[in-house]
C-alpha cells in the first residue's frame, strides 16, 4: 500500500484517521489499466464509513488511518487486501490490484463531544451564559473542509435564541453555554449533536462534522432588571430625581459590543423627560430616578425594559442597551392631572388670602400675582416644563367657572375637593 500524501495539509492537521473514527470521503476506484470500477463524485456524494471495524476493504482500512481532512491519498491496494482471488460482481476481476484515489473530507468520533477552540474573552467579562439566557450571536457555519454553509453575516442580523432549550441543535446549545458578551469561540460539533445521519436538506449532508465560529454580541435573561453603575457621583448630592420630576440629560446609547446608537450630544438640545411618564423606555426612566444634578451612570437596560423584541428605528430587536447618562438639571414636579401642587399645608383661608386688595373677587392679575408669590416663598410648585404664564392662565381658567373673567370665593375649589366631588357625583349617578 502506498500513500503519498500532500504536505500543506498535513501542518494544519489537528486531528487525523484512527480506529472507530467515522469518516466521509470522496474516491476514484481504478484498476491498474486505468479502468474506473467506482467513483464517489459520479455518485456526488461521499462514501461514510466508520474505520477499523470491518466495513471496508482491509486496504482502505489501513490506508485511511492517519489521514487529515482536505487530504489526498493515492491508495493502491494489492488483491489480498481487497477482493483476492473471487474479485467482485463485474467491476473487478479475480486477483485485482485496486487503486484508490481518496480525498478525506470529514471525520468524527461517535464518542465525540463538541470540541471548543479558539476562545477569545474579553477582560470585561462579569458574567458568563446560563441556561434559559437569551443570547444574540453571529456565526459563521462551515463544514471541516472549510467550505461555508451557512452564516448570518450575509443575513446581516444576529441570530438570536434561548440557551438550553433546545431550540438549536444540541451542540450549538452546548456551545452556547457559559460565554461571555463579546466572546469570539469556534465550536466543532459532531454530526451526532449536529443534524445526525439524515442532514438537513440540500444544505447539511448526512454525518457531516459542523464547524461553527461564534461572535456573542450579547445576552440577557427575561428576568434580568436594570443594571445601574454610579460613575460619578457630586460630593454634595441632596436633592435626587423621583417620579414626576423633569429632568434634563445627556446620554449615549450602545450596543454591548460598543456599537453607538444615538448620542444626545448630536441633537442640538439637551433631552428632557417626566419621569414615570412614558416619556421614555422604561429602563432608561427607571435609570435616571434617585440621581442628582451632575451625577453620571451606566445603565445597562435588557430588551423587555427597551424596545423589545422587535426593536425600534436603529435598534436591533431584543438588544440589550447600555445607557452612558449624565444627568444635567432636574425641576421637582407634580402628580399627573395638577398644574400646582402645596408643598406644605394649605392657606387656611385660601381666598382671603389671594384676594389681596380684599373686594372679594380675584381677576387673573392678582390670582397671577398669588401664585408667583408661593412659588417665590417655597410654599407651592408649579408644574415644570411650561411657561410659567400659561400654566396660571390654565390654572385662572379652571377656577373661573362662569368665565366671568374673576374668580369669586364660591367658585373656588382645591383640585382634591373637586375631584372628591367628582368621585361622589358618580357614586350618586350609579
Ligand atoms: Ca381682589
Ligand atoms: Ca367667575
Known amino acids: 500500500i502506498r ?4 504536505g500543506p495539509v498535513e501542518q494544519n492537521c489537528k486531528r487525523s484517521v484512527m480506529r472507530t473514527d467515522f469518516v466521509r470521503y470522496h474516491f476514484n476506484g481504478t484498476l491498474l489499466d486505468g479502468t474506473v470500477f467506482e467513483s464517489s463524485y459520479v ?3 461521499t462514501h461514510d464509513s466508520l474505520v477499523g471495524e470491518g466495513w471496508l ?3 482502505l482500512e489501513e490506508g485511511l488511518l492517519g489521514m487529515c481532512v482536505g487530504e489526498i491519498r493515492n491508495i493502491v491496494i494489492p488483491p489480498f487486501k481487497a477482493y483476492g482471488e473471487k474479485g467482485s460482481g463485474t467491476e473487478i476481476p479475480p486477483q485485482a490490484t485496486l487503486v484508490y484515489d481518496v480525498l478525506l473530507m470529514d471525520i468524527h468520533n461517535p464518542k465525540d463531544n463538541i470540541t471548543i477552540e479558539d476562545p477569545v474573552v474579553p477582560e470585561s467579562c462579569t458574567r458568563r451564559s446560563v441556561v434559559g439566557d437569551y443570547i444574540r450571536y453571529h456565526y459563521n457555519g462551515t463544514f471541516l473542509n472549510g467550505v461555508t454553509f451557512d452564516t448570518s453575516y450575509q443575513r446581516n442580523s444576529t441570530y438570536n435564541t434561548y440557551i438550553g432549550m433546545g431550540y438549536v441543535i444540541t451542540g450549538m446549545d452546548q456551545a452556547l453555554l457559559g460565554v461571555c458578551v463579546g466572546e469570539r469561540r469556534r465550536a466543532i460539533i459532531p454530526p451526532h449533536l449536529a443534524y445526525g445521519e439524515k442532514g438537513a436538506g440540500n444544505v447539511i449532508p448526512p454525518s457531516a ?3 461553527f465560529d ?5 445576552f440577557h435573561n427575561p428576568n434580568d432588571k436594570v443594571d445601574i453603575k454610579i460613575i460619578h457621583r457630586p460630593e454634595e448630592c441632596n436633592d435626587t430625581t423621583e417620579v414626576n420630576d423633569l429632568v434634563h440629560y445627556h446620554y449615549n446609547c450602545t450596543l454591548m459590543d460598543g456599537t453607538v446608537l444615538f448620542s444626545s450630544h448630536d441633537y442640538g438640545n439637551v433631552p428632557e423627560a417626566v419621569l414615570g411618564m412614558d416619556k421614555v423606555i422604561d429602563g432608561l426612566d427607571e435609570g435616571l430616578r434617585g440621581m442628582c444634578a451632575g451625577e453620571k451612570r451606566l445603565v445597562t437596560v435588557p430588551p423587555h425594559l427597551g424596545h423589545g423584541e422587535r426593536g425600534a428605528t436603529g435598534v436591533p430587536g431584543s438588544a440589550v442597551l447600555v445607557f452612558d447618562i449624565e444627568l444635567v438639571s432636574f425641576q ?3 402628580p399627573p392631572g395638577y398644574l400646582f401642587v402645596w408643598l406644605n399645608d394649605t392657606p387656611e383661608n385660601l381666598f382671603e388670602t389671594m384676594d389681596i386688595n380684599k373686594n372679594k373677587e380675584v381677576p387673573q392679575e392678582e390670582f397671577a400675582e398669588f401664585i408667583k408669590m408661593q412659588v417665590a416663598d417655597g410654599k407651592g410648585r408649579m408644574k415644570p416644563g ?6 396660571i392662565a390654565d390654572m385662572f381658567h379652571n377656577q373661573d367657572r362662569d368665565k366671568d373673567g374673576v374668580i369669586t370665593e364660591k367658585e373656588l375649589k382645591l383640585k382634591v375637593d373637586e375631584d ?3 368621585k361622589e357625583k358618580r357614586h350618586e349617578e350609579l
Open 386 to 391: 411650561l411657561s410659567t404664564e400659561q400654566v
Open 209 to 211: 462534522v459542523l464547524v
Open 3 to 6: 500513500h503519498p500524501s500532500v
Open 214 to 218: 461564534i461572535h456573542v454580541i450579547d
Open 43 to 45: 455518485r456526488m456524494q
Open 420 to 422: 372628591n366631588e367628582k
Open 57 to 59: 476493504i482491509k486496504g
Open 332 to 334: 421637582k414636579g407634580v
